[in-house]
């Protein structure tokens, strides 16, 4: 209606009506297919990056040496424009995190270790309410 493209799949056959032979044809649109085709490929995708994480982080030596490749192969899988490892600690005596690992590296990144961030000052309540479920044992 607009104008603009959309993917289409079309099926043709000869027919005879009547003895006058037609073509009959059939157009159907197949953008809602293409759009779950390629949301199970990026499932895909981030599914195989999370499996090939986990035996990297298995098998090495040091997750600090491995983290970095590990975020790169994520971030690329999910598409994002960056990812980051935190470590859980406290900050006052409530529940805190500490950014580890970050991809992309930024090359003006700091040398020194980044400062503990408190859940709730940083936007992340809903991840202080999830850690908190998840280290009493319920249901979250």
């Not at 209606?1 to 009959?24: C, F, M, N, Q, Y």
Request: hydrophobic share 40%.
């Amino acid at each position: 209606k607009d104008g603009s493209s959309l993917p289409v799949e079309v099926s043709a056959r000869l027919v005879t009506v009547d003895g006058v032979t037609v073509i009959h044809s059939l157009v159907r649109d197949i953008s809602e297919r293409r759009r779950t085709q390629m949301m199970l490929e990026r499932r895909d995708r981030i599914l195989h990056a999370v499996a090939r994480a986990a035996q990297t982080l298995l098998h090495a030596r040091s997750w600090a040496a491995a983290a970095p490749a590990v975020l790169a192969d994520l971030g690329t899988a999910t598409a994002c424009n960056a990812a980051c490892l935190f470590a859980n600690e406290t900050l006052e005596g409530l529940p805190a995190f500490r950014p580890r690992c970050l991809w992309p590296l930024s090359p003006n990144s700091p040398a020194e270790p980044a400062p503990v961030r408190g859940y709730e000052s940083s936007g992340c309540a809903r991840w202080r309410d999830l850690l908190r479920c998840v280290r009493s044992g319920r249901q979250c």
